[in-house]
C-alpha cells in the first residue's frame, strides 16, 4: 500500500526507532525537511537521530561518495541540487523508496534492528551533530570489516552500523570533544547496510539475517497480528489493513518505566500512553487479542499512588502527575468484557484498582463538599481547551459523574463475581447516591450543565463535553434522555461527518480549535455508546457511518475539521484507528 511518511510513520512492533518525513525547523531542533531516523525513547524532545538523504550518482562529481559537506548538501559536480524525491509504499512491512535513479528499501529484523538496502542512488546517513553535544561516529575494527559505532548523546542512544554491501564512507569533523557533524555515505551498483539500537553495551554480535530473511520474519509478525483482528467488507479492507499496522507498528516493548508492551498514541509525536486513550486502544483489541488488550488497559495502574491516583501520562523516562485523566475505566471495562473473559486473577486486579481510583476522585476531587466530583483543569478532563472551562477550576461537569456512577457499578459487579456480596453493596450504595446528587445539580431545565465548585454558578458553553452523560442510557429519567437527544439529533452537534466538540454556532468554535470544535474519535464513541443505551440505535449507526467515511478519506488524524472533514494535529493517532476498527465492525 502507498503511505505518506509525511503522516504514518513506518516502524515495527517493540521498537522505538522510526522514519518518517519531518518538516523543517521541526519543534526548533534547526533541521532540513526531509527523511529521518527518529527516536520515541522520552517523548519527543529531541527525537531526531539521523536524515536519510538520497543522492543521484551521476550528479555527485569526482569527490567520493559523501563528498565535502557543502557538496553534498547543495549541488554535486554540477552546482544542481542532488537530492532525489521518491515514492512510498509499504510492502507486508518492507518500506521501498523509489526513484528516477533506483530504489532503497528498508526493513525491520527485530525491535532494535533495521537493515537498509538500495540500488542506483546514493544513501547519506547524517547524524546530526551540530544539534547535540558529546557526539560523533567512531570506528570499530572487525573481522567482519569495517563497522561504525554513532555515539548520539542528544538522543541518550548509540547505533551500530554495520556495513553488508557496497562502499562505506565516513566524513565527519571532531573538534575538541565531539563532532561539528558525522555523515556516514553508502554507494555502490548495489549497497546493503544494518542499524542497530545498543540500550547499554554492545554484545559483539552481529546480524545474521538476509534482507529476504529478516523481513520474512517481520512480515510474519505483522499477519500474525492483523489475521486475528476481525474480517471485514471488502470495501473496509485496505484502510482496516493500515488501521491494524497503525496499531502494530505503534508498540514499543518494555522499557525504563514502562513494565508491559505499550501501544503508544502515536510514534508520529503524540509518543506517550495518556490515562485515557489507552482505554478506547484496550477495547479494540479485546476481541482479538486479550493479552494485549489487558496490558493495555492495565498500564496505567502499574503506577497507582497509595492514594488511588493514576498519572496523566507515561513513557519510558517520564511520568506525569500535574494532571489526571477521566475515570472512563469502568465504561471501558465493561464495554472490553463483553468481548473478553476475565480470569479470576485479571478481575481481582480489576476490581482493587478501579475501587481506589474511584475513591481517589470521591475523596480528592470534591473540594465543596457537595458529592460532586470536580476538573482541576481542562486537561483532567481529557477536553484540555473546551469551553465548559472557560471559567476559573475547580470544575464540576456530569460527564465525570457519570463516568463515577458506571465505575461504581462495574466494581460492583466484580465484586459479585469475586464473591464479595458486601463489597458489592458498598459500591451499589456510592452509585446509587451519587445518581441522586448527579439529577439534582447537574441539570437545568432537563439539559446538562457545568458548574463551579462552591457557588454552583453554571458555565456558559457550548461543548459537547457535557452531553457525554449519555452514556448512562436508561438511568436517566425519561424527560431527561428526551432533551438530550433532541439536542444530540439536531444540528447544534451533529454535523456531515459527525459530532463537533463545540457548536458550529458557537462564537467560541475553531475548525482547528482541538476541543473547541473538531470531531474526535473518544468523544464519537462514548455518545454513540449512549445513543445505542438509550435505544436510539439508527441514529448511532448512521453517525458511526459518517466517522468510519470520514477517516476512510482523511486518515486516522488525532481528530477532524467538522465541518470540512479533514484531518487535523496528529495524522497517525491510535485511538482513532482503534475507534474506526470498534465503529466500522459494528455498523458496517
Given at each position: 500500500m502507498k503511505i505518506d511518511l509525511k503522516t504514518l510513520p513506518y516502524s515495527a512492533r517493540g521498537s522505538y526507532m522510526v522514519f518518517s518525513e519531518v518538516p523543517a525547523d521541526f519543534r526548533g531542533n534547526g533541521n532540513r525537511a526531509g527523511l529521518y531516523l527518529r527516536t520515541v525513547h522520552g517523548f519527543f524532545y529531541t527525537p531526531l537521530v539521523a536524515k536519510l538523504t538520497l543522492y543521484s550518482r551521476a550528479q555527485r562529481g569526482a569527490e567520493g561518495a559523501c563528498g565535502s559537506r557543502e557538496a553534498a548538501e547543495s549541488a554535486g559536480g554540477e552546482g544542481e541540487k542532488t537530492e532525489l524525491s521518491c515514492e512510498s509504499t509499504l510492502e507486508d512491512t518492507v518500506l521501498c523508496l523509489q526513484t528516477g535513479d533506483g530504489a532503497v528499501r528498508l526493513c525491520f529484523a527485530d525491535d532494535r534492528t533495521v537493515y537498509v538496502r538500495g540500488s542506483g542512488p546514493a544513501l547519506v546517513l547524517d547524524f546530526l551533530t551540530e544539534t547535540g553535544p558529546y557526539d560523533y561516529i567512531y570506528e570499530i575494527p572487525s573481522p567482519a570489516g569495517r563497522l561504525y559505532m554513532a555515539n548520539c548523546y542528544k538522543n541518550n542512544n548509540r547505533y551500530l552500523i554495520v556495513p553488508r554491501r557496497g562502499t562505506a564512507e565516513l566524513d565527519q569533523q571532531w573538534e575538541i570533544s565531539s563532532s561539528l557533524f558525522s555523515r556516514l555515505c553508502f554507494s555502490g551498483p548495489e549497497f546493503e547496510f544494518v542499524i542497530r539500537e545498543i540500550d547499554t553495551e554492545w554484545d559483539h554480535t552481529l546480524p545474521e539475517l538476509t534482507f529476504e530473511e529478516a523481513a520474512a520474519a517481520m512480515s510474519r509478525g505483522f499477519a500474525a497480528f492483523s489475521e486475528e483482528m476481525p474480517s471485514f467488507p471488502p470495501e473496509l479492507?485496505?484502510?482496516?489493513?493500515?488501521?491494524?499496522?497503525?496499531n502494530w507498528s505503534s508498540i514499543v516493548r518494555p522499557a525504563g518505566f514502562l513494565r508491559r508492551e505499550a501501544m503508544f498514541m502515536s510514534k508520529n509525536w503524540m509518543c506517550n500512553v495518556w490515562s485515557w486513550d489507552h482505554c478506547f486502544n484496550a477495547m479494540a483489541l479485546a476481541g482479538s487479542h486479550p493479552e494485549l488488550?489487558?496490558?493495555?488497559?492495565?498500564?496505567?495502574?502499574?503506577?497507582?499512588?497509595?492514594?488511588?491516583?493514576?498519572p496523566d501520562?507515561?513513557?519510558?523516562?517520564?511520568?506525569?502527575?500535574?494532571?489526571?485523566?477521566?475515570?472512563?475505566?469502568?465504561?471501558?471495562?465493561?464495554?472490553?468484557?463483553?468481548?473478553?473473559?476475565?480470569?479470576?486473577e485479571q478481575k481481582e486486579e480489576a476490581c482493587a484498582a478501579l475501587g481506589k481510583w474511584t475513591e481517589w476522585w470521591m475523596g480528592f476531587r470534591d473540594y465543596d463538599g457537595d458529592g460532586l466530583c470536580e476538573?482541576?483543569?481542562?486537561?483532567?478532563?481529557?477536553?484540555?481547551?473546551?469551553?465548559?472551562?472557560?471559567?476559573?477550576?475547580?470544575?464540576?461537569?456530569?460527564?465525570?459523574?457519570?463516568?463515577?456512577?458506571?465505575?461504581?457499578?462495574?466494581?460492583?459487579?466484580?465484586?459479585?463475581?469475586?464473591?464479595?456480596?458486601?463489597?458489592?453493596?458498598?459500591?451499589?450504595?456510592?452509585?446509587?447516591?451519587?445518581?441522586?446528587?448527579?439529577?439534582?445539580?447537574?441539570?437545568?431545565?432537563g439539559l446538562p450543565v457545568a458548574v463551579r465548585s462552591g457557588s454552583h454558578e453554571i458555565v456558559e458553553n457550548e461543548s459537547l463535553l457535557p452531553y457525554v452523560c449519555i452514556i448512562l442510557g436508561e438511568r436517566l429519567p425519561e424527560d431527561i434522555r428526551r432533551k438530550m437527544l433532541r439536542e444530540l439529533s439536531g444540528t447544534r452537534f451533529l454535523t456531515e461527518y459527525g459530532f463537533a466538540t463545540e457548536s458550529p454556532a458557537s462564537p467560541c468554535y475553531r475548525s482547528d480549535g482541538y476541543w473547541r470544535g473538531p470531531i474526535w474519535a473518544p468523544s464519537t464513541l462514548l455518545i454513540l455508546d449512549g445513543l445505542e443505551r438509550c435505544g436510539e440505535t439508527e441514529l448511532a449507526r448512521s453517525?458511526?457511518?459518517?466517522?468510519?467515511?470520514?477517516?476512510e478519506k482523511s486518515g486516522f488524524a488525532e481528530n477532524f475539521d467538522a465541518l470540512t472533514g479533514e484531518g487535523l494535529r496528529d495524522r497517525a493517532y491510535t485511538w482513532t484507528s482503534s475507534v474506526w476498527l470498534i465503529l466500522a465492525l459494528a455498523y458496517c
Open positions: 479492507s485496505e484502510t482496516a489493513r493500515k488501521a491494524a499496522y497503525l488488550a489487558w496490558n493495555q488497559f492495565m498500564i496505567m495502574f502499574d503506577y497507582q499512588d497509595p492514594t488511588g491516583l493514576i501520562s507515561v513513557n519510558d523516562v517520564h511520568i506525569v502527575w500535574n494532571y489526571c485523566k477521566p475515570p472512563v475505566h469502568g465504561w471501558a471495562l465493561r464495554r472490553m468484557r463483553e468481548r473478553m473473559n476475565l480470569s479470576r476538573y482541576n483543569h481542562g486537561n483532567d478532563s481529557g477536553w484540555d481547551n473546551s469551553t465548559a472551562f472557560s471559567a476559573l477550576p475547580p470544575i464540576a461537569t456530569p460527564e465525570l459523574q457519570a463516568f463515577l456512577i458506571i465505575q461504581m457499578d462495574e466494581t460492583a459487579s466484580l465484586c459479585d463475581e469475586l464473591g464479595m456480596p458486601e463489597r458489592a453493596s458498598y459500591w451499589r450504595e456510592k452509585s446509587d447516591a451519587l445518581m441522586g446528587r448527579f439529577l439534582k445539580g447537574m441539570f437545568r431545565d453517525t458511526a457511518r459518517r466517522f468510519v467515511k470520514m477517516a
